[in-house]
């Protein structure tokens, strides 16, 4: 049984938080949403604080890569209350160049660093099946390992440093991302060309043409059920990286930097906090298609 | 057993009409080719000629609209070699505003058309394991039921008249089309990042970001194999295919249109005639990337 603190328990770190609670791992959880706190100690977990123990092992599941900064290294981070030898487990979507920063720091710390990105959804994450794209020295693996063993069922190891599985993941989020712009024109065309969609979807998933994100996102336009389970703004954040990767490496991809352009265009005709199968409406209006509506 | 004639006998054709003779049809087949034909001929078919007697169904595998209408309204079209009452299945993809016009052209003659676009490669096309994305009259249907039977294992019946077979393949294509070049920009950014692409390929096969593309395609990346199964120059005509109907409906498809772009700069390079997975070549090649070589 290890001491774990989880950092950011939104829809991904609360199920993870659970996880590690359910492999009797004796957990903290923080974040400023008391609520979701709230979720982790009704579970047998703690708030962390500042007189919590020192723990084994740090699962980091925040939104970008400065809040990852400023929680594990800003002047509040959680880096220096872990063990010495320590690991701590990063699962932001950030650039490779950030992971291999950060991988730095915790070693100047005497800590071990596992750069593993987080792939699978809030549902995964709370049976502890998520998959983690992972990149890190064999004793960062070897510090993570009973964290990762909860957490995920399939545990890609892509490297002996930082760098790798933020790379894997970027590929990951190229693919996704222009996979649901993709849905979004292909819907909006069968729309134009007065195909059901049902029908479409049915087609489809034995087609050529499918894909996971297709499989996965079509039905939430059927069903004209926009709530989000994974929101468009994700989208400009997670292309942006891949982009800014990209130009890094004098790379120009012109199917992304559009996909892109149609997220950041969502997200400015407010749909930003809509499940991301809503990028089908501002195709769908711009040509003033009727898309299927909640009845 | 029906007199079957067999229009256009290329990597799909070919197949197809080896399929119809198999499954005991009297198959006259045709193609300015004679290489293609003798395969035919040598299978047990026949080579379509004048003399030859009225068939019962025409299969036409041509590779676009233009061939499609010369091959059965133009002054040596086949259509008026017919039986009266005979049915027309159409296979090339179309626009939808084009399959109907065939499909009044056929009724005129008093002949039953099927819209029927054709989805599934050579190598399904060799074992009659199509799929086929059909619309037409219910006598249609039933004209061509015997050889479809023998062509395809799945027929998605998706209306009572030509149009939504063509518009369906249409949506296919969108999605197939945006797919391959979205694997082409993924592989290329992970070759920038240093990552092994057959490592890549595992990691997305079981993740968000797979497609039936990507897993189709990107071995032939990763082995170097540019032997064309499904070639650069399909997708200039079969995404022109989607602009053109998108253009109709004023919907605008920029994912859509910037594939198209990279297609056509593709075949400006003179890459038109490799497999469709060397779009990977332009887009690796704009950074000076290595892609795998053939060893």
Same mark, same amino acid.
């Given at each position: 049984?290890?001491?774990?603190?989880?950092?950011?328990?939104?829809?991904?770190?609360?199920?993870?938080?659970?996880?590690?609670?359910? %492999?009797?791992?004796?957990?903290?959880?923080?974040?400023?949403?008391?609520?979701?706190?709230?979720?982790?100690?009704?579970?047998?977990?703690?708030?962390?604080?500042?007189?919590?123990?020192?723990?084994?092992?740090?699962?980091?599941?925040?939104?970008?890569? @400065?809040?990852?900064?400023?929680?594990?290294?800003?002047?509040?981070?959680?880096?220096?209350?872990?063990?010495?030898?320590?690991?701590?487990?990063?699962?932001?979507?950030?650039?490779?160049?950030?992971?291999?920063?950060?991988?730095?720091?915790?070693?100047?710390?005497?800590?071990?660093?596992?750069?593993?990105?987080?792939?699978?959804?809030?549902?995964?994450?709370?049976?502890?099946?998520?998959?983690?794209? %992972?990149?890190?020295?064999?004793?960062?693996?070897?510090?993570?390992?009973?964290?990762?063993?909860?957490?995920?069922?399939?545990?890609?190891?892509?490297?002996?440093?930082?760098?790798?599985?933020?790379?894997?993941?970027?590929?990951?989020?190229?693919?996704?991302?222009?996979?649901?712009?993709?849905?979004?024109?292909?819907? %909006?065309?069968? @729309?134009?060309?007065?195909?059901?969609?049902?029908?479409?979807?049915?087609?489809?998933?034995?087609?050529?043409?499918?894909?996971?994100?297709?499989?996965?996102?079509?039905?939430?336009?059927?069903?004209?059920?926009?709530?989000?389970?994974?929101?468009?703004?994700?989208?400009?954040?997670?292309?942006?990286?891949?982009?800014?990767? %990209?130009?890094?490496?004098?790379?120009?991809?012109?199917?992304?930097?559009?996909?892109?352009?149609?997220?950041?265009?969502?997200?400015?005709?407010?749909?930003?906090?809509?499940?991301?199968?809503?990028?089908?409406?501002?195709?769908?209006?711009?040509?003033?298609?009727?898309?299927?509506?909640?009845?």
């Amino acid at each position: 049984m290890s001491i774990i603190y989880t950092i950011g328990l939104g829809s991904m770190g609360q199920g993870m938080a659970l996880s590690l609670l359910r %492999a009797g791992h004796e957990v903290y959880g923080f974040d400023p949403d008391n609520e979701r706190l709230a979720k982790v100690t009704a579970s047998g977990g703690h708030a962390l604080t500042r007189k919590t123990p020192a723990a084994d092992v740090l699962v980091c599941v925040v939104l970008n890569a @400065t809040q990852t900064q400023d929680a594990l290294f800003g002047d509040d981070g959680w880096a220096k209350h872990l063990k010495s030898g320590g690991t701590i487990v990063s699962c932001a979507t950030v650039a490779p160049d950030f992971a291999i920063q950060m991988e730095a720091k915790a070693q100047a710390l005497g800590l071990h660093y596992l750069d593993a990105p987080i792939s699978g959804g809030s549902v995964r994450a709370a049976d502890g099946q998520l998959s983690i794209m %992972a990149s890190g020295t064999p004793a960062a693996f070897d510090g993570a390992d009973k964290a990762l063993m909860a957490m995920a069922d399939t545990i890609h190891r892509l490297g002996d440093q930082a760098g790798p599985g933020s790379a894997m993941k970027a590929v990951n989020q190229l693919l996704a991302g222009v996979h649901i712009a993709a849905m979004g024109e292909a819907l %909006a065309l069968a @729309t134009s060309q007065g195909l059901d969609l049902a029908r479409v979807l049915d087609v489809i998933r034995v087609s050529a043409g499918t894909s996971w994100m297709f499989e996965n996102r079509a039905p939430h336009v059927i069903d004209a059920d926009y709530t989000p389970r994974s929101m468009i703004n994700i989208w400009p954040k997670d292309l942006g990286i891949v982009t800014q990767i %990209a130009d890094t490496a004098k790379l120009p991809l012109p199917l992304t930097q559009t996909a892109l352009d149609q997220y950041r265009a969502a997200a400015d005709a407010g749909l930003g906090l809509e499940d991301d199968a809503a990028i089908t409406k501002l195709i769908a209006s711009s040509a003033g298609l009727r898309l299927p509506v909640d009845t």
